[in-house]
């Protein structure tokens, strides 16, 4: 079957650094997205990644290993704006987005 | 970058009413959308998959009379939630993408705003 695991909840603080790690299992791979997710409202694209390494893009970067099924976000000098649902998507040999519940961060001041 | 618009944002309803919701891609023709849910605290569940100008392809356990999808042009995409009862309350999110690659070389989901159905 398709699988995401993701934690379901972390908590950083103002300026910090954090880690988002993400486990998937897919019938056939056609690369990972990274959605961010306010709540209450709709998921906007973060990033892409299809081939192994890190993508890099101002304060956030994902990275990927297709051999391990893992992914992670990173997200520097972290600000309270960023204080959201994490959604990692890989997408399937059908190109169909896998989506799992994604992980909520909490930014304390 | 690519926009979709999603209307209405929010909309409640008697029970046993109809409910049409309306997504359109502003500067880009869609040649796929998506219409998912979500429930608080869960993740997307995808309802459905529409090409212009052909029937939706509807996810196992969406009821296709219940939810009837319309995708008749390459911009505009329609969700008619029919006989609505309390339990179709949810979150409903469209989204679309066309053929043209973004800056990573993906094609992009761009999701609309989502419209919040409440059921009374």
């Known amino acids: 079957g398709q699988n995401i695991d993701q934690p379901t909840e972390m908590t950083a603080t103002e300026g910090a650094i954090v880690q988002i790690n993400c486990t998937y299992q897919?019938?056939?791979?056609?690369?990972l997205f990274w959605y961010q997710q306010h709540a209450g409202e709709a998921p906007t694209f973060l990033s892409y990644?299809?081939l192994d390494g890190l993508e890099e893009k101002g304060r956030f970067s994902s990275f990927l290993s297709r051999s391990k099924g893992y992914s992670y976000l990173l997200l520097k000098e972290l600000q309270m704006k960023d204080s959201a649902s994490y959604l990692c998507?890989?997408?399937?040999?059908?190109?169909?987005?896998?989506w799992g519940a994604g992980t909520k961060l909490i930014i304390k001041p | 970058g690519a926009v979709v618009s999603q209307h209405p944002s929010w909309v409640i309803c008697k029970s046993g009413t109809s409910v049409k919701i309306e997504c359109r891609s502003l500067?880009?023709?869609?040649?796929?959308m998506f219409w998912y849910r979500q429930f608080p605290k869960q993740s997307l569940m995808l309802m459905a998959t529409s090409n212009e100008g052909s029937k939706a392809t509807y996810e196992q356990g969406v009821e296709k009379d219940k939810f009837l999808i319309n995708h008749a042009s390459l911009t505009l995409s329609t969700l008619t939630v029919t006989s609505a009862h309390p339990e179709d309350s949810s979150f409903y999110i469209c989204?679309?993408?066309?053929?043209?690659?973004?800056?990573?070389?993906?094609?992009?989901?761009?999701f609309g705003a989502g419209s919040r159905l409440t059921v009374l």
């Open positions: 990644n299809v």
């Open positions: 500067d880009f023709q869609a040649t796929t």
């Open positions: 998507a890989p997408r399937d040999s059908n190109y169909q987005l896998i």
């Open positions: 897919t019938s056939g791979f056609n690369g």
């Open positions: 989204s679309a993408v066309g053929d043209e690659r973004g800056p990573s070389g993906a094609n992009v989901l761009t």
